[in-house]
């Protein structure tokens, strides 16, 4: 679904518009107003990019306290250039994930929703950081693919694929972030619906991990958390 399309489906009217790879505007959902901030395209997040999403939503803790803000997710994720790692894309993203956590910390409900691709760190620092990330069943969700794991971990790509039928640790897909608890709930049906009871119910504190371990799709992660809690 793209992003257009999307946008008429959540909301009752809305000014969202395409800056190149950024998405930008409001919608309206039962009379309220909604922040909407993304990227499309499959964007590379650089430190353009980067910056200017953590702008939009500093301009809307400033303007509008408490309004929602709802997290169009798309990327290829960041921006693989010289030009970006040397001016700090890492210190951009970094700005951007704490402005979202400004942002929740602040009292705005912030939800993110993978409506395409989602991979990398262009993921971490957007939806995953968000009080709720959701996706769209036919999202793509992966932070790294098993030929790069395989490089970066040297474990044969043979053994990888093995792993991945049994463990969602191992498999990109959007189904094994459920499992995982990365993401909450698959939106269906009804987006509009899908979206109100987000914003009403959505969680104000991490639970992915007890999501996982209930879901069977990461087991010690919640037992790590709160052994080192009670440490």
């Known amino acids: 679904m793209n992003w257009t399309t999307l946008a008429d489906a959540l909301f009752e009217r809305h000014d969202i518009r395409a800056d190149d790879d950024l998405l930008v505007g409001t919608g309206t959902l039962d009379g309220k107003t909604i922040a909407v901030v993304g990227t499309t395209n499959h964007a590379a997040i650089g430190v353009a990019l980067a910056l200017a999403q953590a702008r939009v939503v500093l301009d809307t803790i400033a303007a509008h306290p408490g309004r929602a803000i709802l997290l169009f997710v798309d ?28 942002a929740r910390r602040e009292g705005h409900r912030v939800i993110g929703l993978v409506y395409d691709q989602a991979l990398s760190g262009g993921f971490l620092t ?49 189904e094994h972030y459920v499992a995982m608890g990365g993401v909450h709930a698959l939106w269906t049906g009804d987006l509009r ?36 809690l009670d440490a």
């Open 75 to 102: 990327t290829q994720g960041q921006r693989l250039r010289r030009r970006d790692e040397l001016v700090g894309i890492n210190r951009a993203m970094a700005h951007l994930g704490r402005s979202v956590d400004l």
């Open 126 to 174: 957007s939806g995953l950081i968000a009080d709720e990330c959701d996706a769209l069943p036919e999202a793509e969700i992966r932070v790294m693919r098993i030929p790069a794991m395989s490089r970066v971990t040297k474990i044969p790509e043979s053994r990888l694929e093995e792993l991945s039928r049994s463990n969602p640790v191992f498999a990109p897909g959007v």
């Open 193 to 228: 619906q899908r979206l109100r009871d987000a914003l009403v119910t959505a969680a104000t504190v991490d639970g992915r991990a007890i999501e996982g371990r209930d879901r069977g799709g990461r087991l010690l992660a919640a037992s790590v958390v709160e052994r080192i």
